[in-house]
């Protein structure tokens, strides 16, 4: 079945840094893939999706590229913020239907 | 945007009792609900997929008679978790479709944490 895969957190930096987080997937065809943020205390919210290959999600400086040959979807910033401490959730969806999630990184940003 | 509500924000139980969620799309008519169910430090599951007027679609193992879902509007979905234990204590979170949106796009609702006690 479909799945996602991403890298375990907590992944702490300080103001500035660059940002990764990795991010893969098994699926069959071709999905939608997205990057969700949830911000303590608060629900999910969309930060970017692409939905065919090599298509470029960005959005509030966060950027993640679509690599089917990789299954790839890893989502880069140039400099953290503080507040963009949260946790990040990788996704995919197949056809608009259900979202399958990965386990999600928590990000620490400190000043 | 969208926007998604959920009520209560959190609440606190009795073993044995029931407890309803309300999941509301406040801008758009949501044909298309989905609820999950995310265990601290862990991702979300969904559990089912809400579809006004007809019935909901369970994922496997997810038990059908103990959590009832809801769906009689456009605007509103409802999980009712039926004979509560503390271990349905959890985050329960849903989520709603804007059909005249993306389809493969959803719009999350802040969550509901339980407390069975």
């Known amino acids: 079945g479909d799945s996602v895969t991403q890298m375990e957190g907590p992944v702490t930096l300080s103001e500035e840094a660059f940002l990764t987080i990795n991010c893969t997937y098994t699926?069959?065809?071709?999905?939608?893939l997205f990057w969700y943020v949830q911000y303590p205390g608060e629900g999910l919210q969309l930060l970017l999706k692409a939905t065919k290959a090599d298509d470029k999600g960005s959005n509030k400086g966060f950027e993640a590229t679509y690599r089917k040959e990789t299954t790839s979807f890893h989502l880069e910033k140039g400099s953290v913020q503080v507040s963009d401490s949260a946790v990040y959730f990788c996704a995919l969806s197949r056809g608009g239907n259900k979202l399958v999630f990965g386990a999600g990184t928590i990000l620490r940003v400190k000043s | 945007g969208a926007v998604v509500s959920q009520h209560p924000s959190w609440v606190i139980c009795k073993s044995g009792t029931s407890v309803k969620i309300e999941c509301r799309s406040l801008?758009?008519?949501?044909?298309?609900m989905f609820w999950y169910r995310q265990f601290p430090k862990q991702s979300l599951m969904l559990m089912a997929t809400?579809?006004?007027?007809?019935?909901?679609?369970?994922e496997q193992g997810v038990e059908k008679d103990k959590f009832l879902i809801n769906h009689a509007s456009l605007t509103l979905s409802t999980l009712t978790v039926t004979s509560a234990h503390p271990e349905d204590s959890s985050f329960y979170i849903c989520?709603?479709?804007?059909?005249?949106?993306?389809?493969?796009?959803?719009?999350f609702g802040p969550g509901t944490r339980l407390t069975v006690l």
């Open positions: 699926a069959t065809g071709y999905p939608s």
């Open positions: 989520s709603a479709r804007d059909p005249s949106g993306s389809a493969d796009t959803q719009y």
């Open positions: 809400s579809n006004e007027g007809s019935k909901a679609t369970y």
């Open positions: 801008d758009f008519q949501a044909t298309t």
